[in-house]
């Protein structure tokens, strides 16, 4: 029986640290049993949920379509053409709308705050579906792969190379909830914020566990390597200048070579030639799309917390 201290029922979900070890541990099992044909509740049964995104979405929008569909419910998809949030209408009275027509709200944003503001708003259940700050569903979804591949959680040694980003962060809160250690190397003025790092350490005091370097180096015992794209959506303005920035932290057969023991992995989409190479993606120590398919279990796995009976 489920504890009603550590019920995730009719919370939000905005980020990774807004869970308990307990909850995440629950989540996560509970994802592996949905995987394996275990576990074919339906709690979402006479539900509907609307998908709020205002960022172009492939993953993410199959994902929990076809998750909140086997878990019973119904969906209403909105672009953002359809809600024009702070613009047609404020982030505050479309929440208050929403909220008198559905049971929860998926969102895909480009700003946390306005996250932040529609949770705030909102009486029903919010979940981020990604926003510039943090990318937590599918850090959920990592986590499985992680277990799959590599084992305990708390044995393992993650490097994240690249822009530090919502990955960056969403990796970072992970750390001090699970336990792995955790590397972050960026090139200089690309590292992640000073208050995501003290968030963990809130979490955890052990969260010196996370080391933020610039050097490419001391990867013989990782047991993961992850990127994600140098230039994220809504910064094609910065391309070139990013393009400059992270060239030297490409992840090729070299890199590769000084991890032997490690997966790799992406959040896709992946732009090849640039932050990683065909040979690495497409290598068979490469999981990419292990960690696709886990976002629709680690998702349903939430959700039927976030809607249990």
Known sequence: MISPVNSLKGRDFIDVADLEPIQLRRILDLGHQIKAGRWREKPLEGRHIAMLFQRPSHRTRVSFEVGIARLGGSITTLTGQDVQLGFRESVSDAARVLDRYVDGVVARLRLHADLLQLARASDKPVINALTDRSHPCQVLADLMTMEEVRGELSDQQVVYIGDGNNIANSLIEGSALAGYNLRVISPPGYHPEDDVLERARRINSNAHQVELTEDVAGLENATVIYTDVWASMGQEDERAARHNAFSAYQINQRVMDL???????????????????????????????????????????????????
């Open 259 to 309: 991890a032997p023991k490690a997966v790799f992995m992406h959040c896709l989409p992946a732009h090849r030639g640039e932050e990683v190479t065909d040979q690495v993606i497409d290598s068979n120590r490469s999981v990419v799309f292990q960690q696709a398919e886990n976002r629709l279990y680690a998702q349903m796995a939430l959700m039927s917390e976030l809607f249990a009976p």
